[in-house]
């Protein structure tokens, strides 16, 4: 009796140790995979004006141990975004080796104001490499706002006015 309980142990035993085990192997295989993408700059967000540009620096290094050829740069942006790659393309880059590249956002110029994602994209012949840039867009004038305060300055003036005009009678 004392066997036959150990038995069911042995193969709960196998399973845990392979699921504990197992990612960590895969994420050590995982580290030499090619293409790094990060931002220059400590943030991966942005506050944009609807309209107007930015610049940001986006850092490519090759983690491999050999060399990548033909790294296209792309992008998925929202809709009449335009988003550039100064260069756009990189012929090669050696192990261990990074190079910058200016990338430059413009927000359409009816972007409502709100966060969207803008998604940067490294292919190479040997690999691929995505990188999500959260860009928060703000309100390009304050048109809105001022024709909102004239308003509200109307609508208490009225009531003022029918208040002293007709508020004693």
Do not use: H
Not at 18 to 45: E, H, K, M, V, W
Not at 58 to 63: D, F, G, S, V
Not at 82 to 101: A, S
Not at 102 to 109: G, N, S, Y
């Amino acid at each position: 009796m004392g066997i036959s309980r150990k038995i069911y142990w042995l193969p709960l035993l196998v399973v845990g140790l392979t699921a504990i085990l197992s990612p960590c192997s895969i994420l050590a295989q995982a580290g030499d995979t090619g293409l790094i993408l990060r931002i220059a700059s400590d943030n991966y967000y942005a506050s944009l004006t609807a309209g107007q540009e930015k610049t940001i620096f986006l850092e490519i290094q090759n983690n491999s141990k050999t060399e990548l050829t033909n790294i296209r740069l792309s992008a998925d942006s929202p809709k009449a975004w335009t988003v550039e790659f100064n260069p756009g393309f990189i012929d090669k880059l050696e192990p261990g080796g990074f190079q910058t590249v200016d990338v430059i956002l413009r927000p359409a110029k009816d972007a409502t104001k709100g966060g969207y994602n803008v998604t940067l994209i490294a292919d190479s012949n040997e690999t691929r490499r995505v990188l999500a840039y959260f860009v928060n867009v703000e309100s390009a004038s304050l048109l809105w706002v001022w024709i909102g305060i004239g308003l509200g300055v109307l609508v208490i003036g009225g009531f003022a006015f029918i208040f002293i005009r007709f508020g004693r009678q």
